[in-house]
């Protein structure tokens, strides 16, 4: 992971004219500070080492409030158990904190790479199937538990490499549409290769001990969140991450400034790819259970309504797109019982994704933070490259 | 594998070839003129199918489901594009974006419609059956989309090159500023090529139904996996690479499908790599960026 999050040779940073890349960050980019390690000349901040160079006074008390909410959460929902003891709604937190995380990775994608994925769910599949393996038939150690997690990572690091060697050389969209093959594959691999994965019935098993309670279980959700997205913040904060939201915003400069823009891409691929896959693995240790619906390109779709209705390139969006769809869902799904028509609840999602697609690409948090900062959060809308062909 | 048998899994390779390339020349055309990865294509094909089915059960014409389904195409193509693509013209993203938005719509509009599971769906009586020459076996219906195909390839061919708009078009798909410059107006030509692929779409997805029985929600995104396949090994905008890419991607999923019918897909992604190694834009596709 070390190895992906040190900066750039430094080079590339000198380049001249290397620090206009960070002119063009828009929404969530402009509230936070760029490149740590190098802050370009001319724009350091008159006192010492300031964190966010060249924002005023109301840049950062927006920048306060954003890094002050999230703890604020964070603590209202370790205290949740002291609250309630349903055990339906521990369910439920579970579900929304592993399928934000699982959006999150794929935010890094969408929202701050700006590639679109249709495969996204191969990793998450890989993760929930490893861990699943594993521990059926080694039974519930921590050790083995373990051994999944590097399992996962390892292979999620194979499958992104093949898979963005192959497509990102060409276009951009290539991504979209050979990441469909492959998940399509990996679905197809899951539901022949019976003997390894019983195929769609699937099959259970046993987790570690200590996780079986089910308050237990939701802190170890919550910490295991909480640690993603200070890792998946650090990264996109790293210099890294900077390159990548200047790809996002003009691939050709940044292609231009020096950047091997596929190198950056891939590695882009390759965090989302891990962090997904991990997603998985907490995913299938919630349900103790697996089956081919952890590889159908449901969950890949899932994950894109969920990062653009929080809020794409927003990072805690992903968390917002999860708590309302999973507890509408969870809403819809009981009242769908008189109802009929609400048992489509994607259909209103679908409607709502392309109202958010077509008026506030931001998403919901864009909406908000774009109000806040007295600035329209654009999202992916700014700066892509216009009439790419 | 004796001669009859390759004979008939070739004709039905050719037949399913002919089939996805409706799906993927229309995908490939409306990319290579407007860069727009169309998500929702693959809705298109089973509207069609779903439109064939209740129109097939009610009048027991398969000419008039054909013609229904290719209406319902052009038509849905065309809100399709005035709502939801043209506005967001020129970013490539967010036409991806809500392409799959309207595909995931239309899906879940089909679900609520007709329900969730698959529709059994019979070969029409004239169709039905086949002949016997020898020990080659042909199915009338596997013959009939076949020359449906062809009929429809080498009018689009004839369309693309004997006439001034299938001029236009070529030459959108080559230079789009350039066409715009020279006086033509080319988001009308677009919309006209979205909601003309949308109709041959549609047209696959009616053909479709009959020779895989069935007609169910997921069809559209199946096949559109299989056209991405095909666009990819033929080449983004190239019409000739969607037709030699659909043949080659029908007949090696036939013959595979007779020896191992689980890596039949896994056999056309991996003849996807292999151009995508050797020929990253398609065997027939234009130059790089």
């Known amino acids: 992971?070390?190895?992906?999050?040190?900066?750039?040779?430094?080079?590339?940073?000198?380049?001249?004219?290397?620090?206009?890349?960070?002119?063009?960050?828009?929404?969530?980019?402009?509230?936070?500070?760029?490149?740590?390690?190098?802050?370009?000349?001319?724009?350091?901040?008159?006192?010492?080492?300031?964190?966010?160079?060249?924002?005023?006074?109301?840049?950062?008390?927006?920048?306060?409030?954003?890094?002050?909410?999230?703890?604020?959460?964070?603590?209202?929902?370790?205290?949740?158990?002291?609250?309630?003891?349903?055990?339906?709604?521990?369910?439920?937190?579970?579900?929304?904190?592993?399928?934000?995380?699982?959006?999150?990775?794929?935010?890094?994608?969408?929202?701050?790479?700006?590639?679109?994925?249709?495969?996204?769910?191969?990793?998450?599949?890989?993760?929930?199937?490893?861990?699943?393996?594993?521990?059926?038939?080694?039974?519930?150690?921590?050790?083995?538990?373990?051994?999944?997690?590097?399992?996962?990572?390892?292979?999620?690091?194979?499958?992104?490499?093949?898979?963005?060697?192959?497509?990102?050389?060409?276009?951009?969209?290539?991504?979209?549409?050979?990441?469909?093959?492959?998940?399509?594959?990996?679905?197809?691999?899951?539901?022949?290769?019976?003997?390894?994965?019983?195929?769609?019935?699937?099959?259970?098993?046993?987790?570690?001990?200590?996780?079986?309670?089910?308050?237990?279980?939701?802190?170890?959700?919550?910490?295991?969140?909480?640690?993603?997205?200070?890792?998946?913040?650090?990264?996109?904060?790293?210099?890294?991450?900077?390159?990548?939201?200047?790809?996002?915003?003009?691939?050709?400069?940044?292609?231009?400034?020096?950047?091997?823009?596929?190198?950056?891409?891939?590695?882009?691929?390759?965090?989302?790819?891990?962090?997904?896959?991990?997603?998985?693995?907490?995913?299938?240790?919630?349900?103790?259970?697996?089956?081919?619906?952890?590889?159908?390109?449901?969950?890949?779709?899932?994950?894109?309504?969920?990062?653009?209705?929080?809020?794409?390139?927003?990072?805690?969006?992903?968390?917002?797109?999860?708590?309302?769809?999973?507890?509408?869902?969870?809403?819809?799904?009981?009242?769908?019982?008189?109802?009929?028509?609400?048992q489509r609840w994607h259909l209103i999602f679908g409607l709502l994704y392309i109202l958010i697609v077509l008026f506030f690409p931001g998403g919901i948090l864009g909406f908000f933070r774009g109000k806040r900062a007295g600035k329209g959060a654009r999202g992916y809308r700014t700066g892509l490259q216009k009439g790419q062909r | 594998m004796g001669m009859a048998t390759f004979i008939n899994l070739t004709v039905n390779g050719l037949s399913t070839g002919m089939m996805i390339f409706l799906l993927a020349s229309g995908l490939s055309l409306i990319f290579g003129l407007m860069g727009v990865l169309n998500f929702a294509h693959g809705s298109l094909f089973m509207l069609g199918g779903y439109t064939g089915v209740v129109v097939f059960a009610h009048s027991g014409s398969f000419i008039l489901a054909l013609v229904s389904a290719m209406l319902v195409g052009v038509s849905v193509g065309w809100v399709v594009e005035r709502l939801t693509v043209r506005r967001v013209y020129g970013n490539a993203i967010a036409q991806i974006l809500i392409t799959t938005g309207v595909m995931i719509v239309l899906n879940e509009l089909v679900k609520a419609v007709f329900g969730p599971d698959i529709i059994a769906t019979p070969v029409p009586p004239l169709l039905a059956g086949s002949w016997a020459i020898g020990s080659v076996i042909l199915i009338k219906y596997r013959l009939f989309t076949l020359a449906v195909g062809l009929v429809v390839a080498v009018t689009v061919h004839l369309l693309l090159t004997k006439t001034r708009l299938g001029m236009v078009v070529r030459a959108g798909v080559e230079n789009p500023e350039m066409v715009q410059a020279l006086g033509i107006n080319i988001r009308q030509v677009f919309s006209l090529v979205f909601a003309f692929g949308a109709a041959l779409a549609a047209l696959g997805g009616v053909m479709m139904a009959p020779a895989v029985g069935a007609v169910n929600p997921d069809m559209g995104l199946q096949n559109q996996m299989l056209a991405f396949i095909v666009v990819v090994i033929g080449g983004m905008g190239s019409f000739l690479g969607s037709a030699l890419g659909s043949i080659l991607v029908g007949l090696a999923g036939a013959y595979t499908a007779w020896f191992l019918p689980e890596a039949s897909l896994a056999v056309n992604v991996l003849l996807m790599a292999v151009v995508l190694l050797l020929r990253p834009n398609g065997l027939f596709g234009m130059g790089g960026e």
């Open chain 1, 1 to 342: 992971m070390a190895r992906f999050l040190r900066k750039p040779d430094s080079s590339e940073v000198r380049l001249p004219g290397a620090e206009d890349a960070g002119d063009y960050k828009e929404g969530p980019a402009r509230t936070e500070s760029p490149a740590r390690t190098e802050p370009p000349a001319g724009t350091a901040a008159p006192h010492g080492r300031a964190k966010v160079p060249g924002l005023g006074r109301p840049g950062r008390e927006v920048l306060l409030w954003v890094s002050g909410l999230p703890v604020l959460v964070v603590l209202i929902l370790a205290v949740l158990p002291l609250l309630t003891s349903s055990y339906a709604l521990f369910n439920l937190m579970d579900q929304i904190l592993i399928l934000g995380v699982f959006a999150m990775s794929y935010d890094i994608l969408l929202g701050y790479t700006g590639i679109v994925s249709f495969g996204h769910v191969l990793f998450f599949g890989t993760g929930a199937y490893t861990v699943a393996i594993i521990l059926k038939h080694t039974g519930p150690g921590l050790g083995f538990l373990l051994l999944a997690v590097f399992g996962t990572v390892l292979i999620s690091l194979v499958i992104s490499l093949v898979i963005g060697y192959l497509s990102l050389r060409v276009k951009d969209v290539y991504y979209a549409m050979i990441t469909l093959a492959f998940a399509e594959l990996f679905a197809i691999i899951a539901e022949k290769w019976r003997g390894a994965t019983n195929g769609a019935d699937g099959f259970s098993f046993r987790i570690p001990h200590f996780l079986e309670d089910p308050i237990l279980f939701y802190y170890f959700i919550l910490v295991f969140a909480v640690l993603t997205v200070i890792l998946v913040r650090r990264f996109i904060h790293s210099p890294t991450g900077r390159v990548l939201l200047s790809i996002r915003e003009n691939e050709k400069r940044a292609e231009f400034l020096g950047y091997n823009v596929i190198r950056f891409k891939l590695i882009s691929t390759l965090v989302a790819g891990v962090v997904a896959g991990l997603a998985g693995i907490a995913w299938a240790l919630q349900q103790a259970f697996v089956s081919t619906g952890v590889m159908a390109t449901d969950k890949t779709i899932d994950a894109l309504l969920i990062t653009t209705i929080g809020g794409s390139g927003t990072l805690y969006g992903a968390f917002i797109g999860s708590g309302l769809t999973n507890f509408a869902s969870d809403r819809l799904s009981s009242l769908a019982e008189h109802y009929p028509l609400l």
